[in-house]
């Protein structure tokens, strides 16, 4: 089967920093892969260039078979890929209903009665239909960020991805979060997510993956690679979280 | 004039609901000084009802001279900004040069510029090549004073927008672009609306400055208020009957102008 990402020797550097130093790594459609790694790894370097947030100086990326070559195909692997922010980024000036309908309708090109539907039955699916007509800082940081996926999978993406989508909440509001995060990978949706939350790596990942220093370390499937990893630097890493 | 501003400030227990209906008391103001010059017209016809008659056309070029600019502003300091923003090193560039010149030279220098020497540089260059309509281009004295007005105002407003747009954090374009948005839908939907909130306290000052600014469009041959009281006190000798009238009047479209900023700031605040 053609992997759905296709990655391969990618270089990214920041000015003398060298974020990337060659990361290869295929993803197949529906699987579900779980990025782990210290603070400056590279984590969501490498997550923002398979959408082209940011550019990459070497190697190549090509997301469900569209080359990265022009402008338009970078708009249309964008809308292919839904990402999810540590920081929610939900668009504080408009509605809840707002931020979700607002791509539909400027990208999509979807009637408002159309995008308010899909609005609605996916607010239902994150469980907030009640929160349509609130502004988003009215919400508790687990309802933004349930608002901020419904946004995103709006635009009915066929991979997610997730940059530490729990980090910045309470932790009494991280586990409304990771439910429906599990309830998408059932569904099959092809999803790359950087976390350190175990349990649900163990739940719905099909593979866990150690970076450091801008490489990929280490790639196993979770229960092998939290509880009898190969590397050293991926015990000294699990060492370090688990205490 | 921002100490005249008095931004909505929250009391201790208030919503903002509460705050949004409350009545703004600085309006108190403005009806007095309203007062004071109706009772100075009723009071004294001669000479203030004389001097309020005789410039009453200047207030209209002032009032028009100024919203025409400024609308013109809005619209070339947006475009400058965003060029102060482009990552294009040229456009930049560009920008920048533009905004550093105009605001090394003084406005009075500027208007004198657009009105005695653009005009006669055009009638060299129409005469030089021939062209009849340029050789015998006459300058409006309004058309270049608005065009001074933009010229200069624009500079500084495009380093607001600039600031605005600064303000607001990197991961609000991310998400849009992430969506799919094109820079300029993620620019008119998701940064501008928030930028323009942040922006609108330096836009109204922009405002209320240009206002006052806009006698000095009175050297260039523009009948606004500041040149028809010259008119009047060259023709009556009351120098300070009519200077007091002139600022009289002054006050009341900026005061007037501060309250309805400060009305439009209470009503696109973000609700939280
Ligand atoms: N916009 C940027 N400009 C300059 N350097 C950057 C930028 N973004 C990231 N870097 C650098 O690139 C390296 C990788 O950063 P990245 O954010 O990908 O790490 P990370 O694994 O996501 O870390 P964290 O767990 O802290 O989020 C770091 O050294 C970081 O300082
Ligand atoms: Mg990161």
């Known amino acids: ?243 | 004039m921002e100490h005249l501003q008095t931004s909505p400030t929250l009391k201790p227990g208030e919503t903002f609901e509460q705050q949004k209906k409350k009545f703004d008391r600085w309006w108190f103001l403005v009806f007095g000084v309203i007062l004071l010059i109706i009772i100075l017209v009723f009071l004294e016809p001669d000479p203030y009802q004389r001097i309020v008659l005789f410039v009453s056309d200047g207030i209209g070029v002032t009032v028009y001279t100024t919203l025409v600019s400024f609308v013109l502003v809005l619209i070339f300091g947006l475009i400058g900004g965003l060029g102060r923003l482009s990552k294009n090193r040229i456009i930049n560039g560009l920008a920048t040069v533009y905004v550093e010149v105009v605001r090394g030279i003084p406005l009075l220098v500027q208007l004198l510029f657009w009105y005695f020497a653009f005009p006669s540089v055009i009638k060299n260059f129409g005469s030089t090549l021939g062209i009849e309509s340029l050789a015998n281009y006459r300058a409006d004295p309004l058309l270049m004073a608005i065009l001074g007005l933009t010229f200069c105002y624009s500079a500084y407003m495009s380093e607001v927008y600039r600031a605005g747009i600064q303000s607001i954090s990197r991961g609000q374009m991310e998400a849009a672009r992430s969506l799919g948005m094109s820079y300029v839908q993620a620019m008119r939907f998701v940064i501008l609306p928030q930028a323009l909130r942040v922006i609108l306290p330096p836009v109204g000052n922009e405002f209320i400055t240009l206002l006052k600014d806009s006698s000095l469009v009175s050297v260039v041959a523009v009948a606004d208020m500041t040149r028809r009281g010259r008119e009047f006190m060259a023709a009556n000798f009351i120098p300070v009957q009519t200077w007091l009238m002139i600022a009289l009047l002054y006050l009341v479209l900026t005061l007037v102008s501060a309250r309805i900023v400060n009305w439009i700031e209470k009503k696109t605040r973000l609700e939280r």
């Open chain 1, 1 to 243: 089967m053609e992997p759905i990402i296709h990655i391969k020797d990618v270089h990214k550097y920041f000015g003398r920093v060298q974020a990337l130093r060659g990361v290869s790594l295929d993803i197949n459609k529906g699987e579900v892969v779980v990025i782990i790694g210290p603070s400056g790894s590279g984590k969501s370097t490498l997550l923002r260039c398979i959408n082209r947030l940011e550019e990459f100086d070497h190697g190549q990326i090509i997301v469900d078979n569209i080359p990265l070559d022009s402008a338009e195909n970078i708009n249309l692997v964008r809308t292919e890929v839904g990402m999810v922010f540590q920081q929610f980024n939900l668009f504080p000036h408009l509605s809840v209903l707002d931020n979700l309908t607002l791509a539909q309708k400027a990208v999509r090109k979807r009637s408002k009665k159309e995008a308010e539907e899909i609005a609605f039955q996916l607010l239902k699916k994150v469980g907030i239909p009640e929160k349509a007509n609130v502004f988003p800082l009215q919400l508790s940081g687990g309802q933004q960020q349930r608002v901020a996926i419904a946004r995103a999978l709006a635009m009915n993406p066929k991979i997610m991805l997730f940059d530490e989508p729990t980090s910045a909440l309470d932790p009494e509001m991280i586990q409304e979060v990771l439910d429906v995060m599990l309830d998408l990978a059932k569904e099959g949706m092809t999803m790359v997510v950087v976390s350190h939350e175990m349990g649900f790596a163990r739940a719905a990942a099909n593979r866990a993956i150690l970076m450091d220093e801008g490489l990929i370390v280490e790639e196993a499937t979770p229960d092998i690679l939290f509880t009898n990893p190969t590397q050293e630097r991926t015990k000294l890493f699990l060492s370090k979280i688990l205490d």
